[in-house]
């Protein structure tokens, strides 16, 4: 069940996301929930992946939750989390449930 | 080492040590020798003995009376319990002597004895030994062995200079020790800092006019950020030696436009090989040529190696390091350029693994370095499940700066100057480094 989060995960998403997309110098037509990421004609490279999932953590751990969103886990999922901004999304919703359900 | 105490007889007059603002002549050196000399007699069955002190005018005494008793000297400054009694125990140590009120106190340490190769190799020859230990960042410190007489052998033919030097390096390290017997050789004065801090350095360097800094780019960052140099007259400075770990290019030249009268030269050495006579291209130039025939050296698969006349007997608690009929792979990754002037780029075992791709840690940080803003910085890898490892730095900045906005400028700036796998991932604002008592950078999660 999905529990209050209060923060905006899609926001976050996508304010980072305009951050490095200007850094690299991509050209991103629209930033919704269906921008796509990595893969499938994503529009950022490893690197880009990498920084944008650094940055999330770290806005991420400034507001309280202390996830980690890149691990075997993620990549062995049958949908890859980071497909688009939705599916990221998704994910970080469920890692932060979790982290909340162990922390009891 | 009898050579060092005819010259100790000559220099007679001269001011060795300048001590908590008292001065101490030559002549008063080879009386101290001379008296401690006397005392150590009483414990001709002992060979191994630690001086637990930092420089003093009688930790020095103490050293050259050893030396000339043939004995194996662990000179150890540390004040935690642990490392010491590890350290005691690493070197098979017999006597302990510790200085109160400037008396020495000899206190013999219990222990089962064991005979020790490098040791009797060492006497053997008739020689004094020293037993240092490696301040390595990974795994336990080695107990490095070496002949101390053939260790000084190359400063025999040093002519007599009126120079002061600073003895910044500490009392257990090889670049120290190597100030310490330089000066000796050389008639000059050891000035003996009682701290090391930016502040306290610069009014000992105005004081007491001292001519010659030994130190570490970490060090001279320092007294660039509290503007030391604005407080006291430094125009005494005729040179500064850096070594230990490399000089980022743009504080050598900050450091230039700071001290224009002032020659830069970059010194370097391993406590395995002993310290290289080096030259640096220029003031304004990190290439360096190492020279003289004592050590000779070569480049393999862009790391480093040499083989020294001072090489070390070995490691007490290690297998031997040398390769190759005596040669030691040093760990530091080099470029060479035409007339073999090389410039050492990093250490092997901080180098950075971007998905395959290596990043020196010296190369990101000296970028970072180029904003003016930017007060210090130290970059290292932290472990990633997509590329393996990252790119992360630690930046220090001045303080009236807006952090959000800095970030953001420090990134487009690494974006213009590096590739992308070599441009921090994460960027961390800190109040302060941490450089330890040895003033260098720390690259690890916690530095």
């Not at chain 1, 075997?72 to 979790?98: C, G, M, Q, Y």
């Not at chain 2, 050891?190 to 930016?198: F, K, L, Q, S, Y």
Request: a negative charge.
């Amino acid at each position: 069940m999905m529990k209050n989060i209060t923060v905006d995960i899609s926001k976050i998403i996508l304010s980072s996301l305009k951050e490095i997309a200007e850094l690299n110098g991509f050209r991103i037509a629209e930033y919704n929930e269906k921008t796509s990421l990595y893969g499938n004609k994503g529009y950022l490279d490893s690197m880009a992946l990498v920084s944008l999932i650094a940055d999330i953590e770290g806005v991420l751990s400034e507001k309280g939750y202390d996830i980690t969103i890149a691990s075997e886990k993620a990549f062995s999922r049958k949908i890859s989390p980071f497909l688009n901004v939705k599916t990221l999304k998704d994910f970080i919703h469920e890692l932060i449930d979790k982290s909340r359900d162990r922390d009891g | 080492m009898d050579w060092l105490l005819s010259k100790i007889n000559n220099y007679d007059r001269n001011i060795f040590c300048v001590y908590k603002d008292t001065a101490f002549s030559y002549a008063w050196l080879l009386q101290r020798v001379n008296l401690f000399e006397s005392m150590i007699n009483n414990y001709d069955d002992k060979s191994v003995f630690s001086i637990q002190s930092d420089y003093t005018p009688d930790s020095i005494a103490m050293l050259i009376a050893l030396a000339k008793k043939r004995k194996l000297i662990v000179p150890i400054i540390s004040n935690v319990a642990d490392e010491i009694k590890e350290k005691i125990s690493m070197s098979q140590c017999e006597m302990i002597i510790k200085f109160k009120n400037e008396d020495p106190v000899y206190e013999p340490v219990e222990s089962e004895q064991s005979s020790n190769v490098l040791y009797e190799q060492i006497q053997a020859k008739g020689h004094s030994g020293l037993v240092l230990f490696s301040s390595g960042s990974t795994g336990d410190p080695k107990a490095i062995v070496q002949d101390l007489d053939i260790l000084t052998e190359s400063l025999r033919s040093r002519k007599p200079r009126n120079l002061k030097f600073l003895v910044f390096l500490l009392f257990d390290h090889i670049g120290g020790l190597n100030t310490l017997f330089n000066a000796l050789s050389m008639g000059a004065t050891v000035i003996v800092p009682g701290d090391r801090e930016p502040d306290y350095i610069g009014n000992l360097i105005e004081k007491h006019e001292i001519t010659l800094l030994p130190t570490s780019p970490t060090f001279l960052n320092l007294m660039l950020i509290s503007e030391t140099y604005k407080n006291y007259d430094l125009s005494s400075l005729k040179l500064i030696t850096y070594g230990t770990e490399p000089m980022p290019e743009s504080l050598l030249r900050r450091l230039r436009k700071v001290f224009p009268g002032v020659r830069f030269l970059q010194t370097y050495g391993t406590t395995e090989t002993g310290i290289a006579t080096t030259s640096s291209k220029s003031s304004d130039s990190l290439y360096m040529k190492i020279e003289g025939s004592h050590m000779q050296w070569k480049v393999v698969d862009g790391e480093l190696w040499l083989k020294s006349d001072a090489q070390m007997l070995g490691y007490i608690n290690d297998n031997d390091p040398f390769v190759e009929n005596g040669w030691f792979p040093t760990g530091d990754i080099v470029e060479v350029i035409e007339d073999s002037y090389i410039k050492i780029v990093g250490r092997e075992n901080e180098i950075i693994n971007v998905g395959g791709q290596k990043v020196f840690p010296a190369e990101v940080e000296n970028v970072i370095l180029e904003l003016d803003v930017v007060l210090d910085a130290v970059v290292y890898g932290e472990d990633n499940p997509i590329t393996g490892q990252i790119v992360t730095a630690k930046i220090v900045l001045m303080n009236e700066v807006d952090k959000d906005d800095l970030v953001k400028k420090i990134r487009f700036h690494c974006k213009d100057r590096l590739e992308k796998y070599k441009r921090p991932i994460k960027i961390k604002i800190v109040d302060k480094l941490y450089y330890g008592t040895r003033f260098k950078k720390k690259r690890s999660y916690g530095g």
